[in-house]
Structures are given as C-alpha cells and as structure tokens.
C-alpha cells in the first residue's frame, strides 16, 4: 500500500504497537533505524517526478531524455497507433513529434503523487492546443520506476480514444 506525500513515520510506530502488543505498550516495538533513508530516497524520488514533468512543460526535450537510464524504457498502454514499448532512442524520436503536434506546447498537471520504494504513481492531465485545432486535454496515470537517479521504466495509461480521435486523427492500428 503506498503512503501518501505526508510524512507519517509517527503513525507506523503507534499503529504497529497497537496490531503486534496485546497488553500494554512500553518503547517502540518497532525497528525504524532505516526509515530516514528510505523516507529521504522517496522524497528524492517524488522531486524527480516533478522535475520530469517540469521537463515535459518546459518542452526540453533534451533534459527529459537525459532523465531516462540507458536501459530506460516507456511504454503506452493500449492499442493505438503510438501505443507499444520504447527504447530511449525512440523515445528521443517520439518526443520531438510530440512538440511538432503540439506547437504552443503542451502542459501536464500533477493532481496527485504517492511513491514507495523505487516506484512513483502521479495522476495527472495534460492540456495543449493540436495542430488540427482541437484542444487535448486528458486524464493519465503514470507509473515511474526510478534507479540511481534515472528514469528505468515510465508506463503511460490514458484515454486512448481520446489518443485515437485528436493524436491519431481517427486511425486505428490494423
């Protein structure tokens, strides 16, 4: 179960005693010697999702992909016609098409963040003029999985009708 963005190490400790003690509770049962670290490796975790995003406002292409390890991967759920798995050379390519449709840019908005571990879940909404006129804006949830500071796997959910009438222009994958 993942913690929320609030640091709650003062509830694990109140709530282990409370499941594992049957009587009354005298010191902390609870071992948190690691806690801080793994508090703080979240914490770094989180930032780097936000500067991800920041990356993807700001269009600077460069900077996004400098964010991905050299085994990092992306892959777009569903099956669209930009759906599939991507290696960091065509998430280079895809991301210069990305600001060619969208030539004012395009903005996401994180509306929600939570991470464990290695692993970072943002809900957010992307909003951005296409250049066939119509406004695109939709509702993701992204699933990033972080290793030494670099972005190993990022996995896009979406609206893929949405994806399919205003990126895709109606086509749909054979």
């Keep these: 179960m993942a913690i929320p963005v609030q640091n709650t190490a003062h509830l694990h400790s109140a709530f282990g005693r409370m499941l594992f003690t049957s ?13 801080p670290a793994a508090s703080s490796q979240i914490e770094r975790n989180k930032q780097f999702a936000r500067d991800f995003f920041d990356m993807l406002n700001r269009g600077d292409t460069k900077a996004m992909l400098d964010a991905y390890a050299e085994d990092g991967c992306c892959y777009t759920m569903g099956r669209t016609l930009i759906s599939g798995k991507f290696n960091k050379t065509q998430i280079a390519a895809a991301g210069a098409a990305i600001f060619e449709a969208f030539p004012q840019g395009v903005r996401f908005d994180i509306h929600n963040l939570t991470a464990e571990d290695d692993r970072v879940a943002i809900e957010a909404e992307s909003f951005g003029m296409h250049v066939s006129g119509k406004l695109y804006n939709n509702k993701y949830h992204f699933f990033m999985r972080i290793r030494a500071g670099k972005l190993v796997e ?7 009708e949405l994806v399919t009438e205003i990126l895709c222009g109606g086509q749909r994958p054979q």
């Design 154 to 160: 990022l996995k896009e959910y979406m609206d893929t």
């Design 23 to 35: 009587g009354p509770v005298s010191g902390n049962i609870m071992n948190h010697s690691n806690m």
